[in-house]
Each structure stands twice: as C-alpha cells, then as structure tokens.
C-alpha cells in the first residue's frame, strides 16, 4: 500500500504537463527534498557551445570553459565531472536569462545567474593560481548550435 | 493478493542480486567519496565554487540541509569520512547492512545538497537507491524478527526494482514528447555539444546510425519495465544497457550517471562471474 502510495506520488510529481501540473502542487510536501527526481535525460537536447574567456591582471586571455572540457575529455575519471558540470549548468542557466546580443554588462548582482557563475569562475581561479587576482576580465561567449547564432557578454569585475 | 502475500511473507527473495547490489553501491560509494575528498577544497572550503544560499524548510525537512546550512567548512569532511567507512563496511561485511545504509542515505544526501550544481541525475538515482536499500537485509538471518526482516526485505527489493522501471519509462516517455528525438537527430545534435562529446564526434552529420541510435534509446527506454522481467531475454537486454551507460560515461562525459545506472542493473540480475572465467 505504501509503496503504491509512494510511486502515485512520485508519478504525479514527475508528470510532464505542458500547463502547470496541479497535482506536483498537492504532493510537494510528501516528495521534497528526500524523494525528488527528475528523469527527462537530454530531452530537451542541449542546443549551446560556450567559452568564458578570462583575463587576471596582466595575464593572457585564457578560454577557462575550453580548458577545463579539454582534460575532463582527455580522462572522464581524472575527477573533473563535477567542476564541468557546475560550470555547464550555470552557464546555461545563465545564457536562458539574458539576452542574445553581443554587449558589456554590469557587474552587479540583478541576475542570480550571473552570481552564481561569477562564484565559479572567481573561485576556481583561486584554485587554480593559488591568489585572488585584482583585476578580472570576463567574456561569456554563447553558441546556439541550432541556429548558428553566436553572442558574447563582456564583465569587468570589481573586486 | 495471496501471491503478493506469499511474496512478502515467504523468504527473503533475491539474496543473491541484493547482497551484490549493496555491495556495488558500496564500492561506487568508496569511488565518490574519494573523488569527492580529491576535489575537498573545490568544493567544500570557504572558497568553493558552489553558490550558498541558506535553506528554510519545515523542521522535518531540515534533515538532509544540516550540511548545507552549516558554515563549517570540517562537518563536510566528517561527512564525507563517515560515508567512505560506511560504504567500506557495506563492501566488506553484510552485518549491520540497515544502519549503514541508513548512515549512507543520510549523510550523501546532506552531501549531495552541498554541492547541488554539480549533480547529475545519476545522483538522484543514487539517493533514492540508498533509501530503498535500508530495507533490504544483508545478511538474511532467521530469529525472532525474521518475519518482520523478510517483509522489510521483499518490499526494499520491489520498491528498487520500481524505482529503476519508472526512471527508463519516464525518460522513454519525455522523448517521445520532443521533436528532436522524433525526428532522430537527438543523438548528432548532442555530438555538436562540446561538453557532452569528444572532439571526433563534434562534426558527426544526422544519418542512418545516428538515427538508428536515437530510435534503439528510445526504444530501450519504453521497454526496459517490460522486458527486464521476461528471464531468458534479461540479460542480454541489460547487456545493451551496460554499452550505452559505458558509451554515457566515457563519450559523454558523465561517468558518474553512467556507473550508477549499471550498479542499479544489478537488482534484476547478478552474473555468475565464474562461468564467464
């Protein structure tokens, strides 16, 4: 009975409606945070390219998205899943939420998005050379591979 | 019902593919948590590339934000350390199997949240596989309370088992809703991603295999709740699934959606290793 019970919760949370699914509403408490899922693996297809190109004091313009893609590929158990896939899904959060024109945009924090790459990037640049950098400049480049539409977002951080 | 009934009360059912199934999943357990503490500062220090934010759920909620929500930068580590011992000791002996998976269900939850944007829905998988195992018996004893540990058993190993049908059915199900998929070109539209492929497959055009590849997940996935109980065709069917979850982890770059999926193969069946020797 429980398990019947569980399962018609679990369903009627994952359900794909294409209006608002009332019934995720009703078993929301019963499902979050120890039960929830979501199974559409790759449907929808992702349909962008990135680099996030950066630039600490008086350093090269290095591609970081590039760079970090290049050795997750070179050895998928080398333990660069969970970085790549931080910065991934960020960026595709953050490209969902601005527009698609080339432009200089405010380093603020309006958009949650971009804080939440901003942290990536910043950080693992910690990581990476060890100090924080005065002087951060950043463009996000995205590629609609569908559409064949490309657009870059350029940052000046202040730190 | 009788049969349900039978099936719950009887004997502890799937001995065999539950203890290799825990076993797994410990030894998965020990691979994260390793790989976890390699990458320790990344993602668990003061200067982690995860986006804090507290948390406020209802009390009973609260249970798997407990690390999230904390600012010390050690809990993590004693999590993490809690987990990799648990997940040794499930590899390692069947004694005590409830409360060490209990232990593991709650702290790679706690752990999981940490570190949300990172997770993949192999994770996802993982936790609800950790809940359902709590259930299952490790070393099968009979005693006073063996009636109570069978139904505990049988009903862990259903629940495992429904919870890997309903994950293939749902995925199938959602592909059939997206043009992409119907059209056939899922699979070389995905190639064109750089971080879901390898730079040989970047320039691969929609054709004949690709096609061929998207119907056969697709396919797969729809069938998967029915065949996997039809015995002489299981396990050549899963030995389909292991290919394509091999081909998710190393092409596509998620080896750690990839691994949990074919340790959850186990439930439906445990190779006999020697008659492969």
Known sequence: MYLAAHFTAIFLYTLPTTSENKFKYLVFPYVYPYFHQDWRMFAPIPKQNFNVFVKCDNEEWEDLFYTINSVHQKNRLAGNEALLLALSNSLRYYASSVEEKTKTETDDQSNVNYVVLRKIITNYLIHKNGTAAKHVQIIIGIKDVERNIRHYHYYKLHN | ?277
């Open chain 2, 1 to 277: 019902m009788s049969t349900l009934i039978r099936y719950l009360f009887e004997d502890f059912r799937n001995k065999e593919e539950a203890r290799f199934l825990q076993r797994l999943l410990g030894m998965f357990l020990v691979y994260k948590c390793l790989y976890l503490l390699l990458n320790y500062s990344l993602l668990f220090s003061e200067s982690s590339i995860i986006y804090q934010n507290d948390v406020h759920l209802s009390w009973w909620r609260q249970a798997v934000f407990v690390l999230f929500n904390s600012e010390s930068t050690a809990l993590a580590f004693i999590f993490l350390i809690i987990a990799l011992f648990s997940a040794i000791a499930v590899v390692l002996t069947p004694r005590y199997s409830r409360l060490l998976f209990f232990i593991l269900w709650f702290t790679i939850n706690n752990i999981n949240n940490k570190i949300f944007s990172t997770l993949s829905g192999g994770d996802h998988l993982l936790q609800h596989f950790l809940f359902f195992s709590i259930f299952l018996s490790g070393n099968f004893g009979e005693n006073q309370f063996s009636e109570v540990s069978k139904v505990l058993h049988n009903t862990g190993l259903i629940a495992l088992k429904i919870q890997l049908c309903f994950v293939y059915a749902f995925a199938g199900y959602t592909k059939l809703l997206d043009p992409d998929w119907m059209n056939g070109t899922a699979i070389s539209d995905v190639f064109m991603i750089n971080d879901f492929s390898l730079p040989a497959y970047y320039n691969i055009q929609p054709g004949l295999l690709t096609s061929f590849l998207n119907y056969t997940v697709i396919a797969y996935q729809l069938l998967f709740s029915v065949v996997v109980w039809i015995k002489p065709l299981k396990k050549w069917f899963l030995l389909i699934g292991v290919i394509q979850h091999l081909f998710i982890a190393f092409v596509l770059g998620l080896p750690s959606f990839g691994f949990i999926m074919i340790v959850a193969y186990a439930i439906f069946h445990k190779p006999n290793f020697k008659n492969y020797v």
